[in-house]
């Protein structure tokens, strides 16, 4: 059964050496991703599997262990999911965010597995992830990696549009509220217009979730690229 779970975004800007001079821009994120590991390692999990959009060619289990890399960015930064062997596929992006945060905190409190879920994934077919996810052990936590709409601003990565705001503002409240029917009817095909990298991971966790009774807190939002980023936290 799910136990916990925590929401993040998932820019590699995260990581201040990627940010440089704009590093302080998501301090106030960096912090709220730090509170809702803490819930996570709190809820004393079995194991913790960390959630993140990828393309359908890398979709499926990362095992601990695995290797990701910011190379592709202009730093020389690795990161790994826990210790381990390497495994034979590097983390897409999200999930190598993820285990930099997981690293960042000194992760220590269950064994971890990634999860890529392909981005164009269905929603039945992510609810169905997320429910075989939550009964891979007795305690389950999940760390879920994505972002809102990258077309929240004329400056934003996929431009302005009207809509992107309204959409954010509803997934925003539904992963505060751990609003399950909510996520599950977030529509897949306006999501892709408006750039949601979250929207698959989000309604895996919606079917993870289920039978749960979780309770969440929305700990961060914000869009300070144009792009929609939350924090939250469930248990």
Same mark, same amino acid.
């Given at each position: 059964?799910?136990?916990?779970?925590?929401?993040?975004?998932?820019?590699?800007?995260?990581?201040?050496?990627?940010?440089?001079?704009?590093?302080?821009?998501?301090?106030?994120?960096?912090?709220?991703?730090?509170?809702?590991?803490?819930?996570?390692?709190?809820?004393?999990?079995?194991?913790?599997?960390?959630?993140?959009?990828?393309?359908?060619?890398?979709?499926?289990?990362?095992?601990?262990?695995?290797?990701?890399?910011?190379?592709?960015?202009?730093?020389?930064?690795?990161?790994?999911?826990?210790?381990?062997?390497?495994?034979?596929?590097?983390? !897409?992006?999200?999930?190598?965010?993820?285990?930099?945060?997981?690293?960042?905190?000194?992760?220590?409190?269950?064994?971890?597995?990634?999860?890529?879920?392909?981005? !164009?994934?269905?929603?039945?077919?992510?609810?169905?992830?997320?429910?075989?996810?939550?009964?891979?052990?007795?305690?389950?936590?999940?760390?879920?990696?994505?972002?809102?709409?990258?077309?929240?601003?004329?400056?934003?990565?996929?431009?302005?549009?009207?809509?992107?705001?309204?959409?954010?503002?509803?997934?925003?409240?539904?992963?505060?509220?751990?609003?399950?029917?909510?996520?599950?009817?977030?529509?897949?095909?306006?999501?892709?217009?408006?750039?949601?990298?979250?929207?698959?991971?989000?309604?895996?966790?919606?079917?993870?979730?289920?039978?749960?009774?979780?309770?969440?807190?929305?700990?961060?939002?914000?869009?300070?690229?144009?792009?929609?980023?939350?924090?939250?936290?469930?248990?």
């Amino acid at each position: 059964m799910l136990v916990a779970a925590a929401v993040c975004p998932a820019p590699p800007m995260l990581l201040p050496e990627l940010a440089t001079g704009a590093a302080a821009e998501l301090a106030d994120a960096r912090t709220a991703c730090s509170d809702a590991l803490s819930v996570l390692a709190a809820s004393r999990p079995d194991l913790l599997v960390v959630v993140g959009a990828c393309d359908p060619d890398h979709h499926g289990a990362y095992p601990q262990g695995a290797r990701g890399t910011f190379r592709g960015f202009g730093v020389a930064a690795d990161v790994r999911l826990g210790e381990g062997e390497e495994g034979p596929r590097l983390l !897409p992006t999200p999930l190598a965010v993820g285990a930099w945060l997981l690293g960042r905190a000194g992760w220590g409190a269950a064994p971890l597995e990634g999860f890529g879920v392909a981005g !164009p994934l269905d929603t039945e077919r992510c609810l169905e992830a997320g429910r075989e996810l939550a009964v891979r052990e007795d305690r389950v936590a999940l760390l879920v990696m994505g972002d809102g709409s990258a077309r929240r601003t004329l400056k934003a990565p996929g431009y302005l549009d009207e809509r992107a705001a309204g959409f954010d503002a509803e997934a925003a409240r539904a992963l505060g509220a751990a609003d399950l029917p909510a996520l599950a009817a977030l529509d897949a095909g306006l999501a892709a217009e408006l750039q949601v990298a979250g929207r698959a991971p989000w309604q895996v966790l919606a079917g993870a979730a289920e039978g749960a009774g979780l309770e969440g807190r929305l700990l961060y939002e914000d869009a300070p690229y144009g792009v929609g980023y939350f924090v939250a936290a469930w248990s």
